[in-house]
């Protein structure tokens, strides 16, 4: 019990508002994104990620919802890799096989440093991780900004530095969206389209770490093919295993990664970053046993995470551009989600 008010008593929670009545909820404890409350065609507002209630239910958090992911997002092959000939192991913290989003006590498992809010519109939050962290090397300074415009966009940067060696890097945000709002039924969100501005996918192994493959969409039926936007629930009916934990490859120029729409409610929402990949991960709360924010049970299909990060094992299976962060460069990436309705 102490050590649950310890972290209660740490815990601090930041809302963001625009002039348009768009709200996103943060906390300091893993950067994370709580809430985003935008409004349908009628002009009601709901929110629209996956999240939990109390504090102790997100540091037990197995989806990680909301975190920010770090200090590298998806997976390490066997959590083993080498810089310049050294080699480094990581603990596999994903069945004893991979390492999986940055180990056993990732950036989304601690609390953050925050920056005074000056206004009603932005926050930035810091982080220090030492020299051995989870067995990464180098002393790594790691700052995320979030800051919601009048426009209607949400635009979060990453940034970070390694002061003594050089390291490996790939940071990024890990929300579940369900446009169709969760404050009172937390519905299956198998009736949304999903675009991904993507001709190409990295097929994966047994253990989900990417075969080193680049393979075109329009193989396997189309299964990977979202150029075009397609109904999730037709989608999951074929792909095998019946679950997408996948990395598309961004083809077309510019940011622009993926949308989403809800035609029930008609938000939509289209998410661009600067980064090569777009991961896709429909999970299955099968259980029935993770209770969300708003009281309502997640189950089956009740949210979509899209993750915009570098490529899974990028280290390992030397795809460009590359996850080394030397001592003097500076690591940045930028995902902006704008939110609209038709």
Known sequence: MADNETQQTKLQEYTLRNKNGISVGLLNYGATLRSIV?????????????????????????PYFGGTIGRVANRIAFGKFSIDGQDFELPCNENGI????????????????SSEMEDDNSISFYLKSLDGDQGYPGELDASVHYLLTDEDELKVAFKATVKDKATIVNLTSHPYFNLAGVQTKCNEMTD??????????????????????RCSVSEDGGTFDFQQPKLIGDALSKVPGGNYDHTFCKSRNGAFAASLYHPGSGRFLEVFSSQPGTHIYTPDF?????????????????????????????????????????????????????????
């Open 98 to 113: 991979n390492h999986h989003h940055g180990g056993f006590k990732g950036f989304d498992k601690v609390f953050w440093d």
């Open 38 to 62: 935008v409004p349908d065609r009628y002009g009601i507002f709901d929110d629209i990620l996956l999240g939990f209630k109390d504090i102790i239910d997100y540091i037990k958090n197995p």
């Open 192 to 213: 949304h389209l999903l675009e991904i501005n993507a001709n190409s996918y990295l097929p994966v192994d047994k253990n989900l770490v990417p075969t080193g493959e």
């Open 286 to 342: 099968t259980c029935g046993s993770l209770i969300g924010k708003h009281g309502s049970p997640y189950k089956g299909r009740s949210g979509l995470a899209i993750e915009n990060q570098n490529f899974p094992n990028a280290v390992n299976l030397h795809f460009p551009p590359t996850p080394i962060l030397r001592p003097g460069d500076l690591y940045e990436q930028l995902t902006t989600y704008r939110f609209s309705k038709k």
